[in-house]
């Protein structure tokens, strides 16, 4: 109804969007005279439905919003600015930002408008692949049905060879049978053989009779040894005629389509790893058509299962994180590249073997018997270096009088007493000696308490002399089992087992090494961690808590292997 008439009330007939009311065509007219602002109002038919004119705020409803917030690109009013989610963004006034959107707006249409042109050219470009992708469809789609219609016709001529082969076998098996039936119904009474025999009999000529006896007498006796070992003709079976058709339906499960121009991606050794889990990234040998996605295929190398299990894995990026895999064991790991339909084929596979026990997490502790004057530790507490020279020069004196440095020890911050665990680290390829080993907490004292400065070498935990009465004393002195290291090389220690043969102790130092402690059994071993191959085991005595222990001498420097993990990409919303 008119909300200005006087009663009774008229129907409305307009609405004023900007009064907020309804009128009928009298009133219309009173309130909006022609030629006055009030005749530019918006108005629509009769409705109750009337827009505010004020924009209020969503969060604030008694508020209306006066400024606009830059980061969040919305109108806010001042007390989302105060103590609201606004309080720390950078906001303007409503004018500046009505001016700067309507610029920014104004030159976007213009910008389009003068590019109308670009556009025409481009439908136009667009209708021409609309027509070449029809076109390709139907000659990719021919092109696939040639395919499967070769594969049809071999199968056709696989399966007629096969049915031709079994009709043959079938005659030849009938035949033979047939043969063999007709032969022994000629056994019975009266009836072949047996009746022939019966009218020989009957020969009353003694010279008849033995001329035509002698070759009945070789049948009959060939019929009874058939008799005491009857065995049929021919098999009834078919067995040979089985067709195996396993190892095809792999293969055309596998059927994809396959793209010349996309090339295959391969597995990057070096970048790909195995220590607590696995790291595998590979990249393109060129530029040229990148893929979209990737399927990476993985499995375990079981000489007891004939045909290997693949897990798959589909990827967006060009490395994966891997969890979950067995100890002491190799896994294959190969790679392709889809973009769009199209597939590359499978990359070379690469192997890679997991630890010999599940890794044993620690770094180098700080505290216990840390000597902060010879050895520096990075804050991470990942790497330790020896301060060549320092004692040397301290003590330039008695250098002169024949003074030999000792090693200067660290330890892991964390022990264990029971399992089988596995550790990994670098040594520097420059570093003078190294020793690397497990220390148990009886013997921590016997480590950390010995002399720093003696004047005779053969009192010295380690010298450098070579001779074999320098060896077993060093070997039975050592307060924990270990190995050395140094000038690029793996030194076996001298045992009673090992060869006399200094050479054949001495092997090429691995980039990265392992040792594998085993307390239930006693043992410790030494391994190139690239590989997992064990260089050198002996026995330990287990009985306190066991630490993984490192000496240092000369300028050297061990970096622990950090574990595996999986890095994601950061995205800012406010950069979409």
Known sequence: ??????????????????????????????????????????????????????????????????????????????????????????????????????????????????????????????????????????????????????????????????????????????????????????????????????????????????????????????????????????????????????????????????????????????????????????????????????????????????????QEIDVCSKSKVISDLDNDSSYAFRVRGYKGSICSAWSREVILHTSPAPVFSFLFDDKCGYNSEHLLLNPRRTSVESRAGFSLLLGSERVQAGCYTTLDYIIGDTGVTKGKHFWAFHVEPYSYLVKVGVVSSNKMQKLFHNTHDVISPRYEQDSGHDSGSEDAFFDSSQPFPLVTLGMKKFFIPTTPAASKDAASRILPLPSCLGICLDCDKGKVGFYDAGSMKCLYECKVDCSGMMYPAFALMGGAAVHLEEPVTAKYGEYDDNDI
Request: net charge negative; glycine share 4%.
């Open 1 to 310: 109804m008119c909300d200005f008439c006087k009663p009774p009330p008229q129907e409305s007939t307009k609405s004023c969007m900007d009064c907020s009311a309804s009128y009928c065509n009298e009133c219309f007219k009173i309130h909006h005279p022609w030629g006055t602002v009030k005749a530019q109002h918006e108005y629509v038919g009769p409705t109750t439905n009337f827009r505010p004119k004020i924009l209020m705020c969503p969060e604030h409803e008694m508020e209306r919003v006066n400024m606009y917030c830059e980061i969040c690109r919305r109108p806010v009013c001042h007390l989302c600015k105060l103590g609201g989610c606004h309080a720390n963004h950078r906001v303007t006034t409503m004018s500046t930002a009505y001016k700067t959107l309507k610029e920014k707006l104004s030159k976007g249409i213009e910008y389009l408008i003068s590019k109308e042109s670009q556009v025409k050219a481009h439908i136009t470009q667009l209708d021409l692949l609309l027509k070449e992708t029809e076109f390709n469809s139907e000659r990719a789609k021919q092109e696939a049905f040639q395919s499967f219609e070769k594969l049809s016709h071999i199968l056709e001529e696989k399966k007629f060879a096969a049915l031709r082969a079994i009709d043959a076998s079938k005659n030849l098996k009938l035949e033979k049978l047939q043969a063999q039936a007709e032969e022994y119904q000629g056994l019975l009474e009266n009836n072949g053989l047996v009746g022939y025999a019966q009218e020989v009999l009957k020969e009353t000529d003694p010279s008849c009779f033995v001329q035509t006896a002698k070759q009945l007498h070789v049948r009959i006796q060939k019929a009874t040894e058939s008799l005491k070992c009857f065995r049929p003709a021919a098999e009834s079976t078919f067995e040979d005629f089985v067709v195996d058709i396993a190892k095809q339906e792999l293969v055309l499960g596998d059927l994809t389509f396959h793209s010349n121009g996309l090339e295959i991606p391969e597995i990057n050794e070096l970048q790909s790893r195995m220590y607590n889990k696995a790291l595998i990234s590979w990249e393109w040998p060129g530029k040229r058509d990148a893929a979209d996605t990737y399927v990476l295929e993985y499995h375990k190398l079981n000489r007891e299962e004939e045909s290997a299990v693949w």
